[in-house]
């Protein structure tokens, strides 16, 4: 003869706890992936291109100053900010964000190239057209802002 089990509410709470971890567990590996791999990264684009926005002002501020150049400091600056746009344009941000600024017609890997282009000008001209192409592909105002 068989034994029966008198089913207890313990049973049902196990498994509901069970249950309830399982589901908890899906849910920080979702939320983790979609932080680490989406939220990041464009958090990051973004603060970039205001950082070079800021450093696109001081730069328009040295080529306005009577012969004023950009000097050493913010150069170094420049090709960071080059290098940083283009990293997580090919490399971190999503394929779908980056559809989304082709979209926009904004075009960080153009802005990339001619920042670094504008970090060897020291004409006060043909800086003011790097500047100005820079913002046109950053969708930048003229003062440095977003649109």
């Known amino acids: 003869m068989g034994v029966t089990r008198i089913n207890t509410g313990k049973e049902?709470?196990?498994?509901?706890?069970?249950?309830?971890?399982?589901?908890?567990?899906?849910?920080?590996?979702?939320?983790y992936i979609i932080v680490r791999f989406w939220i990041t990264p464009i958090w990051k684009y973004r603060k970039t291109k205001n950082r070079a926005a800021a450093s696109l002002n001081q730069c328009e501020a040295r080529f306005t100053a009577e012969g004023g150049k950009p000097d050493a400091a913010l150069q170094k600056e420049l090709?960071?900010?080059?290098?940083?746009?283009?990293?997580?344009?090919?490399?971190?941000?999503?394929?779908?964000?980056?559809?989304?600024?082709?979209?926009?017609?904004?075009?960080?890997?153009?802005a990339a190239e001619d920042l670094s282009r504008l970090s060897s000008i020291t004409d006060a001209g043909q800086g003011m057209e790097k500047i100005r192409k820079i913002r046109e592909a950053l969708l930048l105002?003229?003062?440095g802002g977003k649109d």
């Open 12 to 31: 049902k709470n196990m498994e509901f706890l069970l249950l309830m971890a399982a589901i908890s567990f899906i849910a920080g590996a979702f939320s």
């Open 79 to 110: 090709r960071v900010h080059s290098v940083a746009l283009s990293e997580l344009t090919t490399l971190e941000i999503p394929h779908w964000y980056h559809m989304v600024l082709t979209n926009r017609k904004e075009f960080p890997d153009r």
């Open 141 to 143: 105002r003229s003062g």
